[in-house]
């Protein structure tokens, strides 16, 4: 399932659909002004009308592509199997099911094929969202030292998150364009002419100078939403007429307006004055901290929440689901890499509402992330909002080490929330608690970073960069457990109106041959010929993800055909019943890229119970990953092989093997 980080083509970590390409923003106004991040020139959603539709790919095509992603993971025989199968599925039930499909999907102009079935996947899942489905994004430090403090930062932060949710709402937030020529597109002139152009052919005009305009609709879930938990299928629910922040603190609950009663921003020094007052208050840890019930199992949280609604904590919960975000303030600091993932990723699950849209995490060494339910929208979205957070707030901090906080009555500004539990909602928080803990104990984390080199090298050797990070995990995985696995890695659709993802799958009869030639026969082939396999991978792992990303993989496809199947009502066809459809689709390699200025670390969990979840970054000089795994697997020693197989292939590309 797609609950990790969207893996963009443009976005996530650098271009991989199109050498050279380059994602660039110039703002046309808003230095000066203390309200927005920038007025744009043109509408924030100009281009929205006229995005293109996701397209469905022939089913013929998508058949093809499975097998060829099956191969390299079966034997001859079970592959005879599924192949057998997908033919089956295609000239009968896949056809029919396949042409009801298409007629959906024009009926449904508004919309893609995917983004129904793709909500309901996420909101009818009943399993806890933490390490299921919510990651973390942690922001890159400010530049100058004396910043990263807790108040001040946390002030920043929230003020500059304020100015682009105004920024969004007046319109103004720079429309999201992918330049592949910036010469021609990320200019003044192609601005001034492109909102002259009207909206239902704006994308055409922006299509003509090799510039593509980037689906917006899930932005404005980004504040003050929340999921909502229900019996067999959760609820979005956003209230954009409150004007209030939540914080968190001990497993307490305040909250403070950040608008005033006009819209505008409460000025920072008020702020800063509120957020002082609550890092102050003197209050023990909460007792029965009810963050811990956002991480139950959906059902149970269901029946819990409606009994705490009923118990008398109708407003209290009301203001929680409708806050513009949630900020945690946790009272430690980071010690390291790997205690940060932990903590931006679970934490202790006392200071915590994993069910808002997205929360900013703060330790009190001003180490700051973003931990983000993920249902309503992908990482193209949350990225964008902490690039432009962690720019404004570093660039145009509202407050600064020499600021005084306003003298105003902070007690009477923040609201402490306070709640009835009776002996069943204290128990229930307590089971809650157990379960969160014997959940997040079970997962480890371990990092790595190879210094050896990184983009700048891999480019000039004429190789993507992504797919020699990909193929470092086959040979790894193949090192530690002598197979080839289930390899999963996601790529964004949002060059499509109400596109999601696209799965590529890493793992192809190119990586298998090129990772047992490096692990188990290196000295039978010569360098040219390794080089040789390096090139094949590269090569075929470009083209699977420029399909992904003009939405032309299988996954979607199968998964709305089955889909559509179950809600008619009928028997699952033969190709989901395969064994090799449910192994393909167990993906021990979760795997998604992650590289911007603002972003110091991402991660998840594992998707499966013997998984990796690996998040990794390419940067021009090193490549890194932050690798988590429950039990069933050694997450120490995968990180060591992927050191390993990174330094075997450098070696090979720098022709320093000793035997050649």
Same mark, same amino acid.
């Given at each position: ?12 970590? /650098? ?26 020139? %043109? ?35 079970? @592959? ?65 030292? $004396? ?40 200019? *003044? ?53 409150? +004007?209030?922040?939540?914080?968190? +603190? ?45 991480? $139950? ?20 919960? +009301? ?62 979205? %949350? ?24 003298? %105003? ?5 923040? *609201? ?32 790595? $970073? ?22 470092? @995990? ?54 040219? $010929? ?11 792992? /470009? ?60 991660? @998840? ?56």
């Amino acid at each position: 399932m797609a609950r990790l980080l969207t893996k963009s083509c443009f976005l996530k970590g /650098g271009s991989s659909c199109a050498p050279g390409s380059v994602l660039l923003r110039a703002y046309s106004s808003g230095g000066g002004d203390t309200e927005y991040l920038h007025k744009s020139i %043109v509408p924030t959603m100009h281009f929205q009308r006229s995005l293109p539709r996701l397209p469905l790919p022939k089913l013929e095509d998508t058949v093809r592509r499975y097998l060829n992603a099956q191969r390299p993971l079966l034997d001859d025989e079970q @592959f005879s199997k599924t192949e057998h199968l997908a033919r089956y599925f295609q000239n009968g039930e896949g056809k029919q099911l396949h042409e009801e499909l298409v007629l959906l999907d024009k009926q449904n102009k508004h919309t893609s094929y995917i983004s129904g079935p793709w909500f309901d996947m996420y909101l009818c899942a009943r399993e806890s969202i933490v390490l299921n489905f919510n990651p973390f994004m942690s922001f890159t430090p400010d530049p100058r030292p $004396e910043y990263n403090n807790q108040l001040l930062r946390a002030t920043n932060m929230t003020v500059s998150a304020m100015r682009f949710l105004k920024t969004i709402r007046a319109g103004y937030l720079e429309p999201e364009i992918f330049h592949l020529n910036p010469a021609k597109s990320d200019t *003044q002139r192609f601005r001034k002419l492109i909102r002259l152009v009207p909206s239902s052919l704006s994308w055409y005009g922006a299509y003509m100078v090799n510039a593509y305009p980037l689906d917006m609709s899930q932005y404005f879930r980004l504040f003050n939403s929340t999921r909502i938990p229900k019996l067999n299928k959760d609820e979005l629910v956003t209230d954009e007429k409150a +004007r209030h922040l939540l914080v968190l +603190r001990k497993g307490n609950f305040y909250v403070f307006d950040v608008l005033d009663r006009d819209g505008n921003i409460v000025k920072a020094a008020e702020i800063q004055a509120h957020l002082k007052h609550i890092l102050s208050d003197q209050s023990a840890e909460a007792e029965f901290p009810l963050g811990y019930l956002t991480s $139950e199992d959906r059902n149970i949280w269901a029946k819990v929440r409606q009994k705490l609604i009923d118990n008398g904590n109708q407003d209290a919960v +009301r203001k929680i689901d409708s806050a513009v975000f949630c900020l945690c303030l946790d009272d430690f600091s980071t010690r390291d890499h790997i205690h940060l993932s932990h903590n931006m990723l679970h934490g202790s699950g006392m200071n915590r509402w994993f069910d808002k849209s997205f929360s900013i995490i703060m330790t009190q060494d001003g180490t700051a992330a973003i931990n983000f339910e993920h249902s309503w929208g992908d990482g193209v979205a %949350v990225l964008r909002f902490q690039n432009e957070v962690f720019k404004d707030s570093t660039e145009r901090p509202s407050v600064s080490p020499q600021s005084v906080p306003a003298a %105003v009555d902070s007690g009477q500004a923040v *609201q402490k929330l306070a709640f009835n539990l009776d002996d069943s909602l204290k128990a229930a928080v307590s089971e809650a608690k157990n379960k969160f803990d014997a959940l997040v104990g079970s997962l480890t984390i371990a990092a790595m $970073e190879f210094k050896r080199g990184g983009k700048e090298f891999l480019k000039t050797q004429k190789l993507s960069p992504d797919a020699v990070s990909q193929l470092s @995990f086959q040979m790894a995985f193949l090192r530690q457990y002598g197979q080839t696995t289930a390899t999963y890695e996601s790529c964004s659709t949002a060059a499509f109106k109400h596109g999601r993802t696209e799965t590529i799958r890493p793992a192809t009869i190119y990586t298998k041959k090129c990772s047992e030639a490096f692990v188990k026969n290196p000295s039978k082939h010569s360098t040219a $010929e390794l080089r040789e396999m390096l090139h094949d991978c590269s090569k075929y792992h /470009g083209q699977l993800t420029k399909e992904a990303a003009m939405g032309q993989g299988f996954d979607r496809h199968l998964f709305a055909l089955r889909h559509l199947a179950a809600g008619k009502g009928m028997t699952v066809p033969e190709l989901f019943q395969d064994p090799a459809y449910a192994r393909i689709n167990h993906n021990v390699l979760s795997t998604s890229t992650l590289t911007s200025p603002a972003v110091q670390l991402g991660g @998840f969990a594992p998707v499966v119970p013997d998984g990796f979840g690996v998040g990794y970054g390419v940067h021009d000089d090193w490549i890194g990953c932050n690798v988590s795994a429950y039990p069933a697997r050694d997450v120490g020693q995968f990180v060591q092989c992927v050191h390993q197989s990174l330094d075997d292939i450098f070696k090979v590309l720098e022709d320093k093997r000793v035997n050649k």
